[in-house]
């Protein structure tokens, strides 16, 4: 059996490798076509790059379809976040239906099938000694030599106010990592559950307003409560099913939701007993296929006593392979109740990856997602 102190050695090189988001401001009071100008700028380089990626996702043939299509999705989308995207839209001179596909690729291709695009993650619930809720979390992603150098911390204000916080991707204007100050964290993981079809209809049910990265970022807008985020992450309809890992303020709050589309499968809360949680993308109830990630998790949280649970432990058990893994574009912690935690500890994994072409197959799928939700949507 390995030990903590071997997985230490392992992820402290990884760590060392690592660098810092940069870190931006987003002035909701300011118009949305406007809020994301800077991000956009600076992150120009990398628009060939993009665009050699989305060609992988949307085959030429069907280029000019898709983007169409993807564009006239814009009058279901929350009307904020569309008036966004047109922002980012206007000053990468891309198409909108372009962006759209970026921003809502996750809501059409997460289901139960052979992993159009592979999607990991995981994420980790932990109360200290004191009662204080640490969330750590990985996102894994294909495209990770894209998403890698366009990672960005942003902190969205009002006025003067801080509201809430993420780490996001540039031209992505969702949040799949977040916290609000003084209230809740929350991460996403992917699961597979279902068919097509069903999120076919759930996006018709929902008349495409729920993406469920715009849902996260919602629940982190309006909503100041552990209690009450749970509530709406739990319950709100959604296109695709997925994982919400919530971390609240007291002690044990904290809750991992495996969701279906209409609502809650189950959800599980840290207790006395469980003082962490630990989730990546296959349901606690049946995990014969899982891939190492949670029990090398598991395995390393129950090393520890609760008086050496901190940021950097839960860091360090996030860099441990196979939790880390070739497929990790960040890596970081987050506690309500200690924001500055999120800024101080999330990294961009730099690793050498050869570049992979297994999102190849996706383009006829999308195309035939795109025109099935357009068709029943506009009707």
Request: proline share 4%; with cysteine.
């Amino acid at each position: 059996m390995f030990t903590f102190g071997f997985f230490l050695l392992v992820a402290s090189a990884c760590i060392d490798a690592d660098v810092t988001p940069a870190r931006y401001r987003i002035q909701l009071d300011s118009p949305p076509s406007a809020r994301w100008n800077q991000v956009v700028d600076d992150h120009l380089q990398y628009l060939p790059q993009l665009l050699e990626e989305v060609a992988q996702l949307v085959p030429s043939s069907d280029q000019s379809e898709v983007y169409k299509l993807a564009e006239n999705l814009r009058n279901f989308l929350p009307e904020e976040y569309a008036n966004e995207l047109e922002g980012i839209a206007n000053r990468t001179g891309l198409p909108m239906g372009e962006i759209v596909i970026l921003n809502v690729i996750y809501d059409l291709t997460s289901y139960n099938t052979s992993r159009i695009l592979f999607q990991g993650c995981t994420g980790i619930l932990a109360c200290d000694e004191n009662g204080r809720i640490l969330h750590g979390r990985n996102l894994d992603y294909m495209m990770q030599n894209l998403l890698r150098n366009i990672t960005i911390l942003v902190d969205f204000y009002r006025g003067e106010k801080l509201v809430y916080s993420g780490t996001t991707f540039a031209f992505y204007t969702g949040l799949l990592t977040g916290q609000r100050p003084g209230g809740f964290t929350v991460s996403l993981n992917q699961r597979y559950s279902g068919s097509f079809t069903e999120n076919l209809l759930a996006a018709v049910v929902t008349k495409f307003q729920n993406p469920v990265s715009f849902l996260i970022r919602r629940t982190l807008d309006e909503e100041s409560s552990f209690a009450r985020a749970v509530d709406r992450l739990s319950s709100t309809h959604i296109i695709a099913p997925c994982y919400m890992i919530v971390g609240g303020m007291t002690e044990y709050e904290g809750a991992i939701i495996s969701r279906d589309r209409w609502s809650a499968a189950d959800v599980q809360t840290l207790n006395e007993t469980n003082w962490f949680l630990v989730q990546t993308n296959f349901d606690h109830w049946n995990e014969e296929n899982d891939d190492g990630r949670k029990p090398t998790a598991v395995e390393l949280l129950s090393e520890l006593d609760r008086s050496d649970l901190n940021a950097t432990s839960i860091f360090e058990i996030l860099s441990a392979p196979p939790v880390r893994n070739d497929l990790t574009i960040f890596s970081g912690v987050m506690s309500a109740a200690a924001p500055a935690v999120l800024f101080d500890t999330t990294m961009i994994a730099i690793v050498e990856i050869p570049t992979t072409n297994e999102v190849t197959t996706a383009g006829s799928s999308i195309l035939f997602s795109f025109a099935c939700v357009f068709y029943v949507i506009w009707r």
